[in-house]
């Protein structure tokens, strides 16, 4: 009976370590996805509101599916926060296909307050020019998951406002 109980025993173990080893295997391949803003547009710029969109690139480099369910971004104007992006829609990156990534590019509609760092667009444009630029950051999180494996992808993209109006 003892050697039951020991059979019994290893293969639980064995079993585990298998598991504890592919969910290590889908999170590392997961951690292979990669972003890249593509651009950020302004479609209007008046006193009270700015909009726009940011378009990114998302791509998944392995060879399995990933699907983002949550992307948040923070936009910040010279460390101020003026708005944000919050989109739970689900977006599915295609997997690899050989040496060809999967990959789909998904803009992100925006809209900003000016006001809440310097009262208004006219008074950004002269800020800007007074202080010769101004920096512009994006920070968030795109929340991925492929099967039952999730992670939460750090993103992050830093500008000035002179490069966004030379492109």
Same mark, same amino acid.
């Given at each position: 009976?003892?050697h039951?109980?020991a ?5 639980f173990?064995i /079993?585990g370590g298998?598991?504890?080893y592919?969910f ?5 391949l997961?951690?292979?996805?990669q972003?890249?803003?593509?651009? *950020?547009?302004v479609?209007?710029?008046?006193p009270?509101?700015?909009t ?11 060879n /399995?599916?990933?699907?983002?369910n949550?992307?948040? =971004? ?5 460390g ?6 919050q ?12 040496s ?5 590019q *998904?803009?992100?509609?925006?809209? =900003?307050?000016?006001?809440l ?7 950004i444009l ?10 512009i950051s994006l ?5 991925v998951?492929s099967?039952f494996i999730?992670?939460?992808?750090p993103v992050?993209y830093?500008t000035?406002?002179q490069?966004l =109006?030379?492109?």
């Amino acid at each position: 009976m003892k050697h039951v109980g020991a059979i019994i025993l290893g293969s639980f173990a064995i /079993i585990g370590g298998g598991l504890v080893y592919y969910f290590k295997k889908q999170a590392d391949l997961i951690a292979l996805f990669q972003y890249k803003i593509l651009s *950020i547009t302004v479609d209007n710029f008046d006193p009270a509101l700015i909009t726009g969109n940011v378009t990114i690139l998302f791509t998944s480099v392995s060879n /399995i599916e990933v699907t983002i369910n949550e992307f948040y =971004l923070d936009f910040y104007f010279d460390g101020n926060k003026v708005g944000f992006i919050q989109d739970v829609t689900p977006f599915i990156i295609p997997a690899a296909s050989g040496s060809i990534a999967g990959s789909a590019q *998904i803009p992100f509609a925006y809209s =900003l307050n000016p006001q809440l760092v310097i009262g208004g667009t006219g008074d950004i444009l002269s800020y800007t020019l007074k202080q010769k630029d101004a920096a512009i950051s994006l920070r968030g999180y795109a929340a991925v998951q492929s099967g039952f494996i999730k992670a939460t992808i750090p993103v992050s993209y830093d500008t000035t406002v002179q490069k966004l =109006l030379s492109s």
